[in-house]
């Protein structure tokens, strides 16, 4: 059974998501602040967190981060309709996703599965270490090493990690990357892509300007190099 935190201020909105995704057999917590939001978010283990951008006490950036400063747990972000700033912000401050209020209930539930299933692979009967270079994949455990130091990524830096690295010189376009990671109904633009590549490259390159394994093809997209 799925485990989902709900955090928003507005209290009907909290029950009419609590009440649907119930409905779909999760098992779902609430929080109405920023600040219980992250003391929930630390001290129990969730498969998903739902966050609204705007929250008293401390607001859904700032929740955000501090979450992944301990965690890796999915985490969509609930953000203003058409305010492409506030998606990108949350993206930046570590968010896999995002959702535009008003939303469809229908939406943000098959969203959420679709994130679930991503998260959360069906274990293969063949090896769950992918190496290549430098660097070690469990697919299993979902951990990733550099020359046998871990790194923590959240799941869409992963999952994009995860394909690049099995397509060793294949370029993506930034189009076919949110399509295979966030898949093919995903309202999101191309700068989603350019946000989670940024942040991957700052957490395992040493040089995040001189690239040693994600590079760029300029005009085309993405690739990785052993």
Request: hydrophobic share 35%.
């Amino acid at each position: 059974m799925a485990r989902v935190l709900v955090v928003d201020d507005e209290k009907i909105i909290v029950k009419g998501i609590k009440f649907a995704l119930e409905q779909d057999g999760m098992e779902v917590d609430t929080a109405y602040d920023g600040e219980e939001a992250v003391e929930k978010a630390l001290s129990s283990d969730y498969d998903m967190i739902l966050l609204d951008l705007m929250l008293p006490k401390l607001d859904g950036y700032e929740v955000c981060q501090r979450i992944r400063e301990k965690s890796d747990v999915p985490i969509m972000m609930l953000t203003a309709k058409g305010d492409d700033m506030d998606k990108i912000m949350g993206l930046e401050y570590g968010a896999d996703d995002y959702i535009t209020k008003p939303f469809n209930i229908l939406e943000v539930k098959a969203r959420i599965k679709a994130v679930l299933r991503r998260s959360k692979p069906e274990e293969k009967p063949d090896s769950d270490t992918i190496e290549s270079g430098d660097i070690r994949i469990d697919t299993a455990s979902r951990r990733i090493f550099i020359k046998d130091k871990e790194y923590n990524l959240t799941t869409k830096e992963f999952e994009m990690m995860l394909l690049l690295v099995n397509h060793p010189g294949k370029v993506y376009s930034r189009d076919a990357l949110l399509k295979e990671v966030w898949g093919a109904d995903f309202p999101g633009d191309a700068r989603t892509v350019d946000v989670h590549i940024r942040r991957l490259r700052e957490k395992i390159e040493p040089n995040p300007s001189e690239p040693r394994y994600i590079h760029t093809k300029w005009g085309m997209g993405y690739f990785y190099q052993k």
